[in-house]
């Protein structure tokens, strides 16, 4: 098996080296067959976890709630690099949450579809790609964020009091239009 390298998403960094995060995050799937912020935080309990310099331990400062953030953030800034890839390209999210939609059905109508549930865990980019059932819920997540972000663009274009203002929700809007219309051919 070739070695996988990890860096940081530019212009976020963590108190824990990149490459030694995305190893620690690679076990955890490995072993759990997904990932989960739970069990990241879990994972970096040890002191001598490559991954517990990342948390704030101090519980007078956090519970294990805002950890569980912290873990998500951390595993959405670890990419992937590829050692053959070209200097213009840009290394890739080396995990995707994929939302579990057994229990996205359960909850029925109280979930939102602007913004996915956080019912579900990261998997490694390669298997959201190369599994059909996995690739179709990252596509609806995605459906769902610009269903969101589109009802936003719509709240601030009733807000907007100048031309300028106007004419710049506009332009944001036909964006948003045309990437729900890419999303639609995707499905």
């Known amino acids: ?39 990241v935080v ?12 990342a948390f704030e331990w101090d519980d007078t400062r956090a519970g294990e709630k805002y950890r569980e953030s912290q873990a998500r953030i ?3 800034a670890i990419r992937k690099v590829d050692p053959d890839m070209q200097a213009d390209e840009a ?17 029925g109508d109280e979930a939102d ?20 059932d996995m690739w179709e819920r990252a596509v609806a997540d995605l459906a769902g964020y610009v ?4 009802r936003r663009v719509a709240e601030l274009s009733a807000l907007a009091k100048t031309e300028t203002q106007r004419s710049q929700i506009t332009r944001v809007r036909r ?13």
Request: aromatic share 8%; glycine share 6%.
């Open 42 to 53: 879990e994972s970096a309990k040890p002191e001598d976890s490559p991954l517990h310099p």
């Open 175 to 187: 964006h948003v239009v045309a990437a729900e219309a890419a999303i639609a051919r995707l499905g």
């Open 147 to 150: 269903k969101g972000t589109s």
């Open 91 to 107: 290394p890739r999210i080396a995990f995707l949450h994929v939302r579990d939609v057994s229990l996205v059905e359960s909850v």
């Open 113 to 132: 579809d602007s913004r996915p549930a956080r019912m579900g865990a990261y998997y490694p980019s390669e298997l959201v790609r190369s599994r059909v």
């Open 1 to 39: 098996m070739d070695k996988c390298f990890y860096s940081y998403r530019e212009g976020w960094s963590f108190p824990v080296n990149a490459q030694d995060a995305g190893e620690a995050l690679a076990t955890i799937q490995q072993r759990q067959g997904k990932i989960v912020p739970a069990n």
């Open 74 to 76: 951390l595993i959405l």
